[in-house]
């Protein structure tokens, strides 16, 4: 069975900083990507970053680029995504994903797996 167990998030000023995990486990298939995507209230779930477990290449979302930064730890089959500069828009549940096909880093419909998200909060 495979579990994506994200933790990290919680309530920050503006200005501050997050540190995001997420954990893989009973993931026995390829799976070139590991993406983060995040769901503001009453919005549509929005790709944020990605990276290869493989090679390490990385894609952001413009807006985040600069101040976010996706890592992964293939021994712990763990990633991370550092958030610094957090602004109150950044406000949104946060989710890892991973899939054996992933065609399209950006587009949520090719992660066959999700974690359950955890919540970001940055108050003005």
């Known amino acids: 069975q495979v579990q994506l167990v994200e933790t990290g998030g919680g309530l920050v000023q503006g200005g501050g900083a997050l540190r995001l995990s997420c954990v893989v486990s009973g993931y026995t298939g390829s799976a070139e990507w590991m993406g983060w995507f995040r769901q503001a209230s009453g919005k549509e779930r929005e790709f944020v970053a990605a990276i290869g477990w493989s090679s390490g290449e990385t894609h952001y979302r413009y807006s985040v680029k600069g101040r976010f930064t996706v890592s992964r730890d293939n021994a712990k089959k763990t990633v991370y995504l550092q958030m610094n500069s957090l602004k109150p828009e950044d406000t949104a549940v946060y989710f890892c994903?991973?899939?054996?096909?992933?065609?399209?880093?950006?587009?949520?419909?090719?992660?066959?797996?999700w974690g359950q998200g955890t919540q970001v909060t940055v108050s003005s």
């Open positions: 994903a991973t899939g054996p096909t992933v065609l399209d880093v950006t587009q949520q419909r090719y992660y066959n797996y």
